[in-house]
């Protein structure tokens, strides 16, 4: 006689934090990209999310963002982690032009009673596929970067974690009467997370 096992997408709270910081590095490459702050060839293409991502080959951005996603997955494990900014400057001048915010709300009781959830990879996928296709159209609905520019990551923890010493103390960078752009939100159920952009209003500027 045939029998036909069901099987349900587990999330499991390492798991979950998996699929976050995976997916705080694939952002961030595409940001990199989309924004032109390192040049078109030093990407690769490579498929992720059912779509073409483009990722640095520069040693340095790839040491980088690997160190920072290890680090990101083992606060999310410990539902420290409230938020992560990617933040755009002038290399002159150091002004901040975009920063692009990434909240984190996470499961309590899976942290603290280390329950699991449920939900299809293929849902969760779908949701960051969405947000990544924002990322990748941002040249549309962002102004140009004119300049040469640099990058840094901002880590926003709970009080009682410790700071790693390849981390430093730093002020928000923030940009005054920002413009505002909110992306899609995905969730794995243990982690929520909402993406925002925010970037420089140089129109306050014009002439009426």
Same mark, same amino acid.
């Given at each position: ?59 340095g ?41 990434? &909240?984190?709300? /996470?499961?309590?009781?899976? $942290?603290?009673?280390? !329950? @699991?959830?449920?939900?299809? =990879? ?12 924002q ?16 990058f ?16 430093i ?15 899609? &939100?995905?969730? /794995?159920?243990?982690?929520? $997370?909402d993406?925002? !952009? @925010?970037?420089?209003?140089? =129109? ?5």
């Open positions: 006689m045939a029998s036909r096992t069901a099987s349900k997408d587990i999330i499991t709270l390492h798991g979950s934090a998996a699929i976050v910081s995976e997916y705080f590095g694939y952002a961030s490459n595409s940001i990199l990209y989309n924004r032109g702050v390192y040049p078109e060839e030093s990407f690769k293409k490579v498929k992720k999310y059912g779509l073409t991502m483009l990722l640095t080959e520069d040693e951005v790839k040491t980088f963002i690997s160190n920072l996603t290890a680090q990101l997955a083992e606060w999310l494990e410990t539902g420290k982690l409230q938020r992560v900014v990617l933040v755009i400057m002038s290399k002159a001048s150091g002004e901040v032009l975009e920063r692009w915010n990434f &909240s984190i709300e /996470t499961d309590s009781e899976v $942290v603290e009673k280390g !329950v @699991s959830r449920e939900k299809s =990879d293929k849902e969760i996928m779908r949701e960051i596929q969405a947000i990544m296709r990322i990748a159209s941002s040249i549309t609905y962002l102004p140009c970067l004119e300049e040469p520019c640099v840094d990551v901002l880590a926003y923890t709970d009080t009682d974690v410790a700071v790693p010493f390849t981390w103390e730093s002020d928000p960078k923030l940009i005054a009467n920002p413009q505002m752009v909110k992306l899609h &939100s995905f969730d /794995t159920k243990i982690h929520k $997370v993406t925002l !952009v @925010s970037y420089r209003n140089d =129109d306050e500027w014009d002439e009426a």
